[in-house]
């Protein structure tokens, strides 16, 4: 008996090619689906989402780091409004453990403003993933501006008399005690007096820095838009590079051939110099006579332009070319 022969698969070109597009196009958008929603897939994504309650936003924004201890640990994902304060959901990746009592808070990550979501970890346990940070383990991002002005209304409030007046209270104290210390009480003293005797001038000093704090914050959007447009210049810099690259490089291969051809015609090109110099010198020599046959072919010029205005032709007359009869007089004698 003859073995079995197994069921051969049948190729792709026997197969109907509509659903071979089907299948394929389906497989296709899925795989495109996958790509752009990887973050939120169970497998390859990974992470947990939190959210914490701050009383304002400081410039936090979507996309921007979380971070424990300074180490990336996630992203923030959305920044809404709820109610009277605002909630910040974030998506921490891995198991960086935290416990219940963990608190949050918005931290300056560049000199341009640029902000991070610091996690404080705090408490037993682990805090379950869904949970809201409360408003009360919360610190929002402290605003440079109020920073100045709190420091102007806080120095204001010194009273520098009293402060010097203390300061010495202390020097005299004691002045029983070891030179070392003598020497830092008498230090402190000083500096104590210079800061009363210079009281208005730093008033003055903090009133200019309360100013200048005032108008930052007046092109606050002017500054924003620099940095933007900014960051656009660089973008276009950056995607017509190759563009860029193309258009130096072919100038330098035409450096590279214009230097070549003058190399390869140096012999013919300097007797055409020498012929082209010496024909300007002779025509500069005669300049004189060729501003004078400028000059006197003007008239011809005038004249012969004058002969062929009236059309196609030569319009002029030549005077007595033939003697007219002369009929006599006729009339009585004297």
């Known amino acids: 008996m003859l073995p079995r022969r197994g069921h051969r698969p049948k190729p792709f070109r026997e197969r109907n090619p509509v659903v071979v597009g089907a299948v394929g196009l389906t497989t296709l958008t899925l795989l495109t689906v996958a790509a752009f929603n990887a973050d939120s897939l169970p497998l390859i994504g990974g992470g947990e989402t939190y959210s914490a309650a701050f009383s304002e936003a400081g410039g936090l924004k979507p996309g ?61 346990g682990q805090l379950e993933p869904g949970s809201e940070i409360p408003l009360r383990r919360t610190v929002s991002a402290y605003d440079v501006v109020q920073a100045f002005s709190d420091l102007t209304t806080t120095t204001e409030e010194v009273d520098t008399d009293r402060l010097a007046k203390a300061l010495d209270t202390i020097s005299t104290t004691f002045q029983d005690s070891p030179a070392e210390v003598r020497a830092s009480i008498k230090g402190l003293s000083r ?29 606050s959007e002017d500054f924003s838009a620099l940095v933007k447009d900014g960051d656009k210049l660089f973008r276009e810099i950056s995607r017509r590079r190759e563009a860029i690259h193309k258009l130096l490089r072919s100038s330098a291969l035409l450096g590279v051939e214009l ?11 300097g007797p055409a110099l020498k012929n082209l110099n010496t024909f300007v010198r002779m025509l500069e020599r005669n300049q004189a006579s060729l501003d004078r046959s400028v000059r006197l072919l003007a008239p011809y010029v005038r004249v012969f332009t004058n002969t062929l205005g009236n059309g196609r032709w030569f319009d002029s007359y030549v005077q007595n070319l033939v003697a007219a009869p002369v009929v006599p007089r006729t009339g009585g004698s004297r």
């Open 64 to 124: 921007d780091e979380v971070r424990i201890a300074g180490v990336k640990v996630g992203k923030v994902e959305d920044v809404d409004l709820d109610g009277d304060h605002v909630k910040v959901t974030f998506k921490v990746k891995g198991d960086p453990g935290f416990g219940t009592g963990t608190g949050a808070s918005i931290r300056v990550r560049t000199i341009l403003g640029a902000k991070y979501l610091a996690l404080h970890p705090e408490g037993p």
């Open 191 to 219: 500096i104590s007096r210079t800061v009363a005797t210079r009281d208005k001038a730093l008033r003055g000093l903090l009133d200019h820095a309360n100013g200048v704090t005032e108008v930052l914050a007046e092109r």
């Open 259 to 269: 230097s070549g051809l003058v190399e390869d015609n140096r012999e013919e090109i």
